[in-house]
């Protein structure tokens, strides 16, 4: 079967008809033009239209709101035809086979980038807008280890986790995939508009909401489930109790997907609802990328294992000694080259030299983690 997009954009408009009734009007007419002529007996036969649905979908198309939905679903297509983008329906072959099997996936997509048959391995990494340095350090390890194995991130965007998590897997130079809760040409936040365009190069920004779409907050509720829904598994990474990853969380578990957590410091009130995941025994303890690829073995043979940290052997003194200075935690230029006895202009050399061989990672304020 297949759907025009536009049909879908026309039907949306009708007051009382939301994407559950609207699959269903549209697996039983076919098109807009057929639910238009189709007589009020014939709309009470489709599962979910009952008399009063019925009327409402018949007063639609014998009024002018018919003509302005049929406008409306032609901008739409105008401004994603600018935008470089493309509408991908639940009926297409392109559309993704782990989110076509939730509750209520949606029944159009608006994408800019591409969607790929790998994507269905795909792991959501998700948490606070407020994360801790800790917190950035896990997300761009997970990320970047998930990528270095095959397995594509998705994320929603947001401050913090999610777009350490983004930022990372594009510079590992693998596929990230952002679902957003506006139109996908308004990006909250604005500061991440660069980073929107980068992950459309290398995997895909989507969003079931119509151009012109603002960020409203009920919007990143519904824009959870599609995060949860075209991963095999989600990852929380700092959260608080009530915060949206939480959220994230309980719809991957009712979607029967896995969820894993990775714990947060006990005195770290405000990003605990990772902890009472792994408590309530609702997501498993994840201290590594390993802890993953074991749960979830039996749907991801033949991946790579992770990429192993640079042998000693390919590592200069000078760059040996660094990493002797260095831990889990971030350590500033000035205390790493005291204990390296260095210079800190020799150290930040080397310390480069160790970044481009991914064995450390340098994060704001001049500081220093090892990988």
């Known amino acids: 079967m297949t759907v025009d997009p536009r049909d879908i954009l026309i039907l949306s ?31 009470r036969r489709i599962e979910g239209i009952e008399e009063k649905t019925a009327a409402s979908i018949a007063t639609f198309f014998r009024s002018a709101a018919a003509g302005e939905a049929a406008r409306f679903a032609d901008d739409q297509r105008a401004r994603s035809d600018r935008a470089g983008a493309r509408a991908v329906t639940l009926w297409d072959s392109g559309y993704p086979p782990s989110l076509r099997n939730i509750y209520d996936p949606p029944p159009l997509l608006f994408v800019r980038g591409t969607l790929q048959g790998e994507d269905s391995l795909s792991i959501a990494v998700v948490g606070t807008r407020r994360p801790s340095p800790y917190g950035i350090l896990m997300a761009e390890r997970f990320a970047t280890a998930l990528a270095q194995v095959g397995l594509p991130v998705v994320s929603g965007l947001a401050r913090g986790i999610d777009s350490a998590a983004h930022a990372a897997s594009v510079r590992s130079g693998h596929r990230t995939l952002a679902v957003i809760g506006s139109g996908i040409d308004i990006i909250y936040p604005s500061e991440n508009r660069g980073l929107a365009d980068r992950i459309a190069l290398c995997g895909a920004v989507l969003s079931e909401l119509p151009f012109g779409s603002k960020p409203d907050a009920a919007n990143f509720p519904r824009r959870n489930r599609i995060v949860s829904g ?112 260095m210079t800190v202009p020799d150290a930040l050399v080397h310390l480069l030299s160790l970044e481009f061989k991914g064995a450390v990672r340098q994060i704001p304020g001049k500081r220093f983690v090892r990988l």
Do not use: C, W, Y
């Open 230 to 341: 075209m991963s095999l598994a989600t990852l929380v990474i700092e959260t608080p109790p009530g915060g949206g990853a939480m959220i994230t969380a309980g719809m991957a578990l009712d979607q029967g997907r896995e969820v894993f957590a990775v714990p947060s410091a006990v005195s770290a009130t405000s990003r605990s609802g990772t902890n009472l995941l792994i408590k309530e025994g609702k997501a498993k303890l994840t201290e590594t990328v390993e802890d993953i690829l074991e749960e979830l073995a039996p749907r991801l043979t033949g991946l790579n294992r992770p990429a192993a940290r640079p042998d000693a052997a390919d590592l200069s003194l000078f760059e040996r000694t660094l990493l002797d200075a260095l831990g889990d935690d971030p350590v500033h230029i000035d205390a790493i080259a005291a204990e390296a006895r």
């Open 13 to 43: 408009r009708i007051p009382g008809v939301g994407p559950n009734r609207l699959r269903a009007l549209l697996t039983g007419f076919g098109s807009a033009a057929a639910v238009a002529a189709a007589p009020a007996r014939s709309l």
